[in-house]
């Protein structure tokens, strides 16, 4: 069984930073894609940013003020936050592919952290 604990999540004025953090808990499994989603109230789940572990990929949103990064000794990926606006505001969500000893691909995903930017 994979388990993903988020942190980092916290109120925060417009112009700060903020950096998340989730660490996968698990046996037998390779990690493929790690990535940041996030869900504005009354909005769809976007992806942030996602780190493949051969490439980055950054939302227009975000580019040249997020930054992902992952270190795969701590099976844990973080999402550096600076310049934060109020339109950042939501839940920030963790999301996973493995590889399972079985050879599969499987999604998971974390229960999500709140980030919320105030003028």
């Known amino acids: 069984q994979v388990q993903l604990v988020e942190s980092g999540g916290d109120l925060v004025q417009a112009g700060g930073s903020l950096r998340l953090s989730c660490a996968v808990f698990g046996s037998s499994f390779l990690i493929n894609v790690m990535a940041w989603y996030r869900q504005a109230p009354g909005q769809q789940r976007e992806l942030v940013a996602s780190?493949?572990?051969?490439?980055?990929y950054y939302a227009d949103a975000v580019k040249g003020r997020f930054t992902i990064s992952r270190d795969n000794a701590k099976n844990t990926v973080y999402l550096e936050m600076n310049s934060l606006k109020p339109d950042d505001t939501g839940v920030y969500f963790c999301?996973?592919?493995?590889?399972?000893?079985?050879?599969?691909?499987?999604?998971?995903w974390g229960t999500g952290t709140q980030v919320t930017v105030f003028s």
């Open positions: 780190d493949s572990g051969g490439g980055t």
């Open positions: 999301y996973v592919n493995i590889q399972s000893t079985y050879g599969y691909d499987e999604d998971y």
